[in-house]
């Protein structure tokens, strides 16, 4: 092996300083001038029944809601775009069904929020531009995904048993072949279980499914928006300890 002298050494340094650099300029280029500022699409699904006993809610919905279609950047783009149900007429009878608003099932109050917060920055695609097709994209995705079979057929069904945490996500990550977000409610600190309460499916720009990240911006924001409705501040899902059995709570 060859010794480098100080200037060699400093020379590839540098110069490998400077590949990082025009790396950076490169990716700052396509991020500005990318016609969408997100890159992803998380589709996130409530399971009502821990939402419920979080917020202290009532629902005898016994399959999985959807929560929203939140892009992986961007946040309340376009205030004065506001929300009108008239445009999404046709679509509230299923809305109603699979996209329910658990602390207030009468009201269109969360499908507004959603819009303003997230539908408001996936429109700046033009196949997500207006409120009917952000809202009939959501669950359109939804239906395909159609987690509620995958899981009942794959035996995990809402149980008084505990299920390893590492079954409940081979699962999902197997089936779709992309790796889910999934959160938990944690009782207590040191509690030896933890109770599920939402998964994340992901879409790429073309909506062909692709990996969760651990962790994004938008969703510690999205917490905020039950806080924000004056419950009792949301003692927060988490994303599930691997090692900690997971509860998935059965209607009461
Ligand atoms: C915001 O939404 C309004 C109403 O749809 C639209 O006219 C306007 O062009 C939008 N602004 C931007 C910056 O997209
Ligand atoms: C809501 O949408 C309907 C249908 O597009 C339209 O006729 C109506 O004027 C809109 N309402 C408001 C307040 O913009």
């Known amino acids: 092996m060859r010794i480098l002298t100080g200037f060699e050494y400093e020379f590839n340094h540098c110069r490998s300083a400077m590949r990082l650099l025009c790396l950076l300029l490169l990716g700052a280029a396509l991020v500005a001038s990318s016609p969408h500022l997100w890159t992803k699409l998380i589709l996130t699904h409530h399971w009502p029944c821990t939402f419920c006993s979080m917020e202290h809610c009532h629902s005898k919905i016994d399959h999985w809601t959807l929560h929203g279609l939140w892009p992986d950047n961007g946040m309340n783009c376009n205030s004065s775009w506001h929300f009108n149900s008239t445009e999404i007429e046709d679509l509230l009878d299923e809305m109603k069904e699979n996209w329910?608003?658990?602390?207030?099932?009468?009201?269109?109050?969360?499908?507004?929020?959603?819009?303003?917060?997230?539908?408001?920055?996936?429109?700046?695609?033009?196949c997500l531009d207006s409120q009917h097709k952000y809202f009939s994209k959501a669950l359109e995705l939804y239906h395909k995904l159609d987690l509620n079979s995958v899981l009942t057929k794959f035996n995990i069904t809402p149980s008084e048993k505990y299920y390893p945490f590492p079954a409940i996500e081979a699962v999902i990550e197997n089936f779709y072949g992309a790796k889910p977000k999934i959160q938990c409610a944690h009782?207590?600190?040191?509690?030896?279980?933890?109770?599920?309460?939402?998964?994340?499916?992901?879409?790429?720009?073309?909506?062909?499914?692709?990996?969760?990240?651990?962790?994004?911006?938008?969703?510690?924001?999205?917490?905020?928006?039950?806080?924000?409705?004056?419950?009792?501040?949301?003692?927060g899902f988490m994303v599930c300890d691997h090692n900690t059995p997971v509860y998935y709570p059965p209607l009461p």
């Not at 658990?102 to 996936?122: D, I, M, V």
């Not at 499916?201 to 510690?220: A, G, R």
């Open 100 to 126: 329910p608003d658990l602390l207030s099932p009468s009201s269109t109050g969360f499908w507004k929020y959603e819009w303003h917060k997230h539908g408001t920055c996936a429109a700046k695609a033009a």
């Open 187 to 235: 009782p207590s600190k040191d509690a030896d279980v933890q109770v599920l309460g939402q998964i994340e499916i992901c879409f790429d720009t073309s909506f062909t499914l692709t990996d969760c990240e651990k962790q994004t911006s938008v969703e510690e924001e999205e917490a905020a928006f039950h806080t924000g409705r004056g419950r009792r501040k949301l003692s």
